[in-house]
């Protein structure tokens, strides 16, 4: 029985998937946060605590202190023992990173997992190992950004380099809505978990055609390839995640020449024992790739992937924190696809409820159907922060996953109260 070291989390799917992983292969972890009442409100009323709450020991610590975090933890490690430490929360990948290597613990290379965590270093790794991406231009302010933009050209992309989710990531058809991302991300200097973000912007051409995802395991100097994800893209001209569906609905050459331009871009930045979540377009011209993640995939991906193939990727994230082979054999589990879909708010106010839901409860193609409760405060979305819930399927058949997830997403609609006019 193994140790596991949490450090923080997502309070979404995989903050539960993980514990479930780690208890179900016979581990038991400990957990530490900052701010404990994230997670105590972040809690389903009528579920009992978070998930990550029943650790064995739950420990408040400044997580945002790297230098401190590492001389408590190694007091903590001497007591505790731990084996392997993990986390599912971007911000938080780098400490678990300086954590095992100072712990003498399996994981990534803390370099190598902070080049992946910061989008404008992430482009420079992989430009310098000629990895296909889009043209792009690294900037410290509006006028160092309006320069560049003119020589890659409109319409292109703003980014952040440091947020997820999809936070304020924009595409812009001229000067002035260019000058507008800009100042959004200006006003935005502290991320969710308190920390002060880069005063950098990241501009990127805009690139055209379908996205997926490759899912990868990274062990013992190997990366092996799980599958293949693909996605549904809305919110112009924000950039929101509304669906997935695994495997992805491409042929096979297309499907293999994305997995290798994956596997190249987590070779270039150095990445190992880790999963990893990569992004890719499929342009005209072949794969470009968007960004890597070195996490495991949320918005249910590992779920759908377990679905169809067999393989848990939590269960391989727990494994190689703690130094031992991932099972990766795929298992023959009767469902050939299965697919998510989101509901997204379109307005300000209150929602009220959902109509269409129970009639989806019953539908033997549901895998899952989770929707928010009456009473959230919800706003017309700008990321992949403010779902109101999502309906999963699976088909037996074939690749039919996504349109029946899409459909019956269609049967449900959310009443809101109109939020108050504000007198002007």
Request: charged share 20%; aromatic share 4%.
């Amino acid at each position: 029985m193994g140790h596991l070291l949490v450090i923080e989390s997502w309070v979404g799917s995989m903050s539960r998937l993980l514990p479930r992983a780690i208890r179900e292969e016979g581990h038991e972890f400990t957990f530490v946060t900052r701010d404990l009442h994230h997670y105590l409100r972040s809690a389903p009323e009528g579920e009992g605590p978070h998930p990550l709450l029943t650790a064995r020991n739950v420990i408040t610590a400044d997580t945002n202190d790297t230098a401190a975090l590492l001389a408590r933890i190694e007091g903590l490690h001497g007591v505790l023992g731990f084996d392997g430490v993990v986390s599912s929360c971007d911000y938080y990948l780098p400490a678990v990173a300086h954590t095992a290597r100072r712990l003498g613990l399996p994981g990534p290379a803390p370099e190598a997992v902070e080049a992946a965590c910061r989008k404008d270093l992430t482009r420079r790794a992989l430009a310098a190992a000629d990895v296909p991406g889009p043209r792009f231009a690294i900037c410290e302010g509006a006028g160092e950004a309006a320069a560049a933009a003119r020589g890659i050209g409109y319409p292109l992309v703003v980014k952040p380099v440091d947020l997820c989710a999809g936070m304020l990531v924009r595409a812009v058809r001229d000067e002035h809505e260019l000058e507008r991302a800009c100042q959004a991300l200006a006003e935005f200097p502290v991320n969710a978990r308190g920390q002060d973000r880069a005063p950098v912007i990241l501009l990127e051409e805009l690139l055209g055609g379908p996205e997926v995802s490759v899912e990868t395991v990274s062990f013992g100097g190997s990366t092996h390839v799980v599958g293949v994800t693909d996605k549904s893209i809305g919110g112009a001209p924000a950039f929101i995640e509304t669906g997935h569906m695994f495997p992805a609905g491409i042929d096979g050459a297309l499907a293999s020449e994305a997995a290798e331009t994956a596997l190249r871009a987590v070779e270039a930045l150095g990445l190992d024992q880790v999963v990893c979540h990569t992004e890719l377009k499929l342009t005209p011209d072949g794969p470009r790739l968007v960004e890597v993640n070195p996490r495991p995939a949320g918005n249910r991906i590992t779920e759908l992937v377990r679905h169809v193939s067999g393989v848990d990727l939590a269960a391989a994230c727990v494994d190689v924190a703690l130094g031992r082979t991932p099972d990766l054999a795929p298992r023959t589990t009767g469902v050939r696809s299965a697919a998510v879909a989101f509901l997204l708010p379109d307005t300000t106010g209150t929602l009220t409820g959902i109509d269409g839901a129970q009639a989806l409860r019953a539908r033997p193609e549901v895998l899952e159907l989770t929707l928010a409760e009456p009473g959230r405060t919800v706003r017309t979305a700008t990321s992949n922060n403010e779902y109101l819930g999502h309906v999963m399927t699976a088909d037996t058949e074939g690749g039919g996953a996504r349109a029946a997830a899409e459909a019956l997403l269609a049967g449900l609609h959310p009443r809101y109260e109109p939020a108050p006019v504000v007198p002007a």
